[in-house]
Each structure stands twice: as structure tokens, then as C-alpha cells.
């Protein structure tokens, strides 16, 4: 959090706010990334279309953003590679788990005022605070 700007934050906070806005308005959908990567790879779904278009905005915004200021791509992970891994794993553990991700629930969940979305994302929120604590007093991060 060393490059924390509070304007940059509430620009980004914003446009994901207004896309899963114009996402729900014009589709009926929700902008779960966990969902929507779901009914992509899902053979029986036959709205892929849109959830394609979706996935591909996620990917390509870094890569044109990265065409003109390639700092702002700049990652440091601190941490080794098979942590990483099984981080990743057991987010899409959790997810599944929990019927979604932090955009489904964190934001368009809470959104519309939903018990099961506030208790997911406190719940997601607890244990990223706990992971962190754990970590940081084993010497991990």
C-alpha cells in the first residue's frame, strides 16, 4: 500500500461500479467474475457471448493500459510460487463454497442488500485479516 491514492481508488471503485451497474441494467446479469468464468466454460449455457466479451475486457484494459504506462503493470508478489498456487486454489475453493467471489458478492451482492452477501464478504474479509496475521507471524510475508 505504498502507492495508495485515495483519488485513483475511488476512480477504479467507481468504474467497477458503474460496469456491474450497466451490466445488470442492460443483461439482467451480475457481475460475479466467478460466475460469469463459470457459465463461460459451462457446455450447457448458451448465453457464452457476452460472459466471453466480459472475461476478454478483463484481460485486454491491463494489456492497453500497460501499452501506455507499462508501470502501472508492475506487480511484486512476496511470496514464492507454489504459496501462490495454493492460494489461488483455495480462493476457487472458497468460492465455490460460497456461491461466488468478492465482485458477486462484495459488491453487486451488497448492492441489493443481500443477508447472504454481507455474510460472505465479512466472512472473505475475516479470513484475508486472519491469513494475514498467520502469515505475517510465521515470518511468510
Do not use: Y
Not at 459451462?42 to 500497460?66: H, N
Not at 448492492?111 to 515470518?139: D, N
Request: overall charge neutral; proline content about 2%.
Amino acid at each position: 500500500m505504498e502507492n495508495f491514492t485515495p483519488v485513483s481508488a475511488a476512480i477504479g471503485g467507481a468504474m467497477i461500479g458503474l460496469s456491474a451497474v450497466w451490466l445488470m441494467a442492460s443483461a439482467g446479469r451480475i457481475a460475479g467474475i466467478s460466475g460469469i468464468v463459470g457459465g463461460a466454460l459451462d457446455a450447457g449455457k448458451g448465453d457464452k457471448l457476452w460472459r466471453w466479451t466480459f472475461l476478454a475486457g478483463l484481460l485486454l484494459a491491463p494489456l492497453i493500459v500497460g501499452f501506455f504506462d507499462a508501470s502501472f503493470l508492475e506487480i511484486d508478489f512476496p511470496t514464492t510460487g507454489s504459496l501462490l498456487v495454493l492460494a489461488a486454489v483455495l480462493v476457487g475453493i472458497g468460492t465455490q463454497l460460497g456461491n461466488g467471489c468478492t465482485s458477486g458478492h462484495g459488491v453487486c451482492g451488497n448492492a441489493r442488500l443481500s443477508i447472504r452477501s454481507l455474510l460472505a464478504t465479512l466472512t472473505f474479509m475475516g479470513t484475508g485479516i486472519v491469513t494475514v496475521f498467520i502469515m505475517r507471524s510465521l515470518g511468510g510475508v
